[in-house]
């Protein structure tokens, strides 16, 4: 008798597992903003390539962040307007707020269908970096972005900054970038 109950009992667990899972399956991909299924998980993120059909995946651990999110792709947490582009160097997670969409737009690898949707959690994960090195001049920067706008403050090579800075999260940046954000004092 107790065999046949733990067999009842793991078949009737078994079809509440397999219900569950059905429900997330069945969930139309068009819709993901909406469904259910964007919530699954503590990380997920979603795109829209080809204008009309959504690709979702969704992880239980940052660790796998970089199978789903390469090197230098853009992304936006829901319902929120920053992008960022992310980046991978010794084994660190970061990502640099592009200030506004003129920058955005040019550079030129970059395209808005690209964008991905990540939840806050994927967010919270990567580093936020404020360093950048300018293509054009080669000055390192330390950039305090505010909205649109922002200011840069050079750093200036072997001061107490530049000794103390995690170089790993330097980002390469042109000079339209540099440009865009006003000049402060150097910091040194």
Known sequence: MKNVKKVLLSMAL????LATNLQVLA???????????????HYYAYWNPDGDVYSY???????????????????R?????DVY????NNGKMYKRLVLNPDVFVNYRHLHW????TVSQDVLDVYITSTLVQSEETGMVYRLYP????????????????WNEMDQDSIYLINGFDERSYR?????D
């Not at 947490?77 to 307007?81: L, Q």
């Not at 269908?113 to 991905?116: G, I, Q, R, S, Y």
Request: one cysteine or more.
């Open 183 to 187: 000049t402060a004092s150097s910091l």
């Open 57 to 75: 995946d969704s992880w239980d651990s940052s660790s796998d962040m970089r199978k789903y999110i390469p090197e230098g792709a853009t992304i």
């Open 146 to 161: 505010s909205g649109d706008t922002g200011i840069k403050r050079m750093v200036e090579e072997d001061g107490c900054v």
């Open 14 to 17: 078994f079809a509440s597992l």
């Open 113 to 116: 269908d690209d964008v991905m």
């Open 77 to 81: 947490v829901e319902g929120g307007v």
């Open 27 to 41: 969930c139309d991909d068009s819709d993901c903003e909406t469904c259910d299924c964007v919530k699954y998980g």
């Open 85 to 88: 582009i992310v980046k991978y």
